[in-house]
């Protein structure tokens, strides 16, 4: 539960910092050295026109140099050895939140072959091979979650079956006198269900304590690392579904040590 929780931990806030970066999907249009004012306005009229688009800045070849010196300040000394601004001038696009990929896409495409451009950069190409990424760590680690299940589903059922060997005489007697299999196998079951969501509990508990010490040691670089956002804990939902999935483990580990009763 513990492994469980850490890597839903992990991809719930890569998931809402992939959905905070989506909703501000920009692309730029890098311009070529030689190209005219009659392609640049020709590109921004495209872009004005596509629909897709909630506005547009030109960043001038020297503007982007000034960009440079301010963002990379331990890196400004080098662009003193510069003979000519390598910088291109560039169009940056915002995306409209309700634009359509298959449109952004296709107005992208049409960008890169206008006359005068250089190249286009998306946002979204790379926040889609980030998502397809995440998406094999998470089937990875629900892999590891599985077998690791398996594992706490025998630790539970070896833990019932040796407090159902110490009270065989009872269980014996019970079966004598004519009790049902389910008065006989429900104690057991029951045990199991409850040693199953104590033990997420306590693991919930774990992951709780080890998240606020990350935030105490590591909360000012995380927030920067997630781009001014923090970093959240599961939500009550995902904390019930964990509870619940430790509960039928249990239950589960439970029944089997109970099939030997009776």
């Known amino acids: 539960?513990?492994?469980l929780g850490a890597?839903?931990?992990?991809t719930w806030n890569a998931e809402q910092l992939l959905v905070k970066w989506s909703s501000a999907a920009e692309f730029s249009v890098y311009l070529r050295d030689d190209a005219t004012s009659e392609q640049r306005g020709t590109i921004e009229s495209l872009i004005d026109r596509s629909g897709v688009t909630a506005g547009r800045e030109y960043v001038s070849k020297g503007e982007?140099?000034?960009r440079f010196r301010r963002e990379f300040a331990e890196l400004a000394s080098l662009t003193g050895?510069?003979?000519?601004?390598?910088?291109?001038?560039?169009v940056e696009v915002r995306v409209r939140t309700d634009a359509a990929d298959t449109?952004?896409?296709?107005?992208?495409?049409?960008?890169?072959?206008?006359?005068?451009?250089?190249?286009?950069?998306?946002?979204?190409?790379w926040l889609a091979r980030i998502a397809s990424g995440l998406e094999t760590i998470r089937a990875a680690g629900l892999a590891l979650a599985a077998l690791m299940a398996i594992a706490a589903a025998v630790t539970v059922a070896t833990v019932v079956r040796l407090g159902l060997y110490a009270r065989r005489e009872e269980l014996e007697i019970m079966e004598l006198v004519?009790?049902?299999?389910?008065?006989?196998?429900g104690p057991f079951v029951a045990e199991g269900l409850f040693q199953g969501g104590l033990g997420a509990i306590?693991?919930?508990?774990?992951?709780?304590?080890?998240y606020w010490v990350v935030l105490?040691?590591?909360?000012?670089?995380?927030?920067?690392?997630?781009?001014?956002?923090?970093?959240?804990?599961?939500?009550?939902?995902?904390?019930?579904?964990?509870?619940?999935?430790?509960?039928?483990?249990?239950?589960?580990?439970?029944?089997s040590a109970s099939r030997h009763a009776g």
């Open 216 to 255: 105490l040691w590591w909360g000012p670089a995380l927030s920067a690392l997630l781009d001014g956002g923090a970093v959240e804990f599961l939500p009550p939902r995902l904390l019930a579904y964990l509870v619940a999935g430790g509960m039928a483990v249990g239950s589960a580990g439970g029944f």
């Open 81 to 90: 050895s510069f003979e000519d601004n390598p910088f291109p001038a560039s």
């Open 1 to 3: 539960m513990i492994v």
């Open 178 to 185: 004519g009790a049902p299999l389910t008065f006989i196998r």
């Open 7 to 10: 890597l839903l931990l992990l």
């Open 202 to 210: 306590l693991a919930l508990a774990l992951l709780g304590a080890g």
């Open 103 to 125: 449109r952004a896409e296709e107005l992208v495409q049409r960008l890169a072959a206008s006359p005068g451009v250089a190249d286009v950069r998306y946002d979204r190409d």
């Open 64 to 66: 982007a140099l000034t």
